[in-house]
């Protein structure tokens, strides 16, 4: 079955970097894109940004572009965000989602990132 | 980029009764070459992720009831749940994956009345 594993999240101070990892098993991970799609505590979803199958194309939400940089290694069918100069709106659980052509048909269960002094 | 509003922001429906949700996008999610809404739409309980309810606007997940339909085109769009139980107490967010920037509505809390 298909399982998305985060991990990596914590308490970090501001402008520091942090690295989220997501470890994908069950489907074929370099057939597919990937995202990392973020939730501030009792708020609704912000998506962050997109990786294609094989890592050519990214995109980003204009929140997180210049400070946040999402890649893959799909030997190691690993998702990476890379998390620079945070700021305490970056405080939310991070979910590692999967598409399939659109739609997002499997989360993780996310990891909490908390951006304080 | 596209900016997704919902309506309402929260709904409190009795049980079997019909709850319906809207969403509106700021450009049409329609894409002409396959005449496919690029629309879906999620259920989120408390502490766990969200679940694909719907896709392609109507297009109903494998194992989603049949209580829940989507339906719309273009920039308006509607997940309806047509008898309310206790167990679809939840939020429920749309979101657009037309465009490479994906975006999410603000989510509807749904209640019981």
């Known amino acids: 079955q298909v399982q998305l594993v985060e991990s990596g999240g914590g308490v970090v101070q501001p402008g520091r970097s942090l690295g989220l990892s997501c470890a994908a098993s069950?489907?074929?991970?370099?057939?597919?894109?990937m995202h990392w799609v973020r939730q501030a505590p009792g708020k609704g979803l912000e998506w962050v940004a997109s990786?294609?199958?094989?890592?050519?194309?990214?995109n980003y939400a204009d929140s997180v572009k210049g400070r946040l940089t999402i890649s893959r290694d799909n030997s190691k069918n690993t998702l990476y965000l890379q998390m620079n100069s945070l700021r305490a709106d970056d405080t939310a659980v991070y979910y590692c989602?999967?598409?399939?052509?659109?739609?997002?048909?499997?989360w993780g269960q996310g990891t909490l990132v908390t951006v304080s002094s | 980029d596209i900016v997704m509003t919902q309506s309402p922001d929260s709904l409190a429906v009795s049980l079997g009764e019909r709850a319906t949700i809207n969403c509106k996008s700021s450009q049409s999610l329609l894409y002409s070459s396959n005449n496919k809404n690029y629309l879906a739409w999620y259920q989120q309980k408390p502490g766990q992720p969200p679940k694909l309810l719907i896709s392609w606007a109507s297009t109903r997940e494998s194992g989603v009831p049949d209580r829940f339909s989507g339906s719309g085109s273009g920039t308006d769009f509607t997940l309806t749940i047509s008898s309310l139980q206790a167990e679809d107490v939840a939020v429920y967010y749309c979101q657009q994956y037309y465009s490479f920037v994906n975006s999410f509505g603000q989510g509807t809390k749904l209640e019981i009345k």
């Open positions: 069950g489907f074929t991970f370099s057939n597919y894109g």
């Open positions: 989602v999967k598409d399939f052509g659109g739609p997002y048909d499997y």
């Open positions: 990786i294609s199958s094989d890592g050519s194309s990214k």
